[in-house]
């Protein structure tokens, strides 16, 4: 049985920091990409970040320069590091494995100005 689950979400000022983790059990981060995904009250689920299984990282626009993915292949857990919030990223985050169609429950990250 495959689980995603997120952790690392809460409330945090605006140009605050969060990591946000995605641990995997019964499905391996190293051979399959991974996607960070968000969805703000009344909007639709957009992506964030992604790593792929040889480590290629790719990011929206929004998140370029302020959020990084990563990976521990030894824990099969996906990070994201989150820098200099905004109340705009305000959002539900989700991990996501794109191949399988697998989604974490998700967890909440507010920002407040």
């Known amino acids: 049985q495959v689980q995603l689950v997120e952790s690392g979400g809460g409330l945090v000022q605006a140009g605050g920091s969060l990591r946000l983790s995605c641990a995997a059990s019964g499905y391996s981060f190293i051979v399959n990409d991974v996607g960070w995904y968000r969805q703000a009250p009344g909007k639709k689920r957009e992506l964030v970040a992604i790593?792929?299984?040889?480590?290629?990282?790719g990011y929206a626009d929004s998140a370029k320069g302020r959020f990084t993915i990563s990976r521990d292949n030894a824990k099969n857990i996906v990070y994201l590091q989150m820098n200099s919030l905004k109340p705009e990223d305000t959002a539900v985050y989700y991990c996501?494995?794109?191949?399988?169609?697998?989604w974490g429950q998700g967890t909440q990250v507010t920002v407040s100005s």
């Open positions: 996501y494995a794109p191949k399988d169609d697998y």
């Open positions: 790593i792929s299984s040889s480590g290629g990282t």
